[in-house]
């Protein structure tokens, strides 16, 4: 399951990186994902939306079995 996430989560990555974010996944336990924003997402205010319409939609999507992304620290 977690390489299923890291595959999605690697296509997304560069998005990220061009304005100066990026996401980093930490674990996956009982289908919620647990990513880490860094760089200029970490900051960010739309932070939140950026993880929940952009990262968790594509995830959830594509592997349906997923039932959340969760930000940790």
Known sequence: MKEKVQAVID???PALQA???D???VDVIDNV???????ACAGCPMSQMTLKNG????????IPE????ESVL
């Open 23 to 25: 996401v980093e996944l």
């Open 33 to 39: 994902v647990q990513v880490r924003l860094q760089g």
């Open 19 to 21: 304005d100066g974010g």
């Open 66 to 69: 997923i039932e959340s992304v």
């Open 55 to 62: 990262i968790e939609k594509l995830i959830k999507e594509e």
């Open 11 to 13: 296509r997304l990555r």
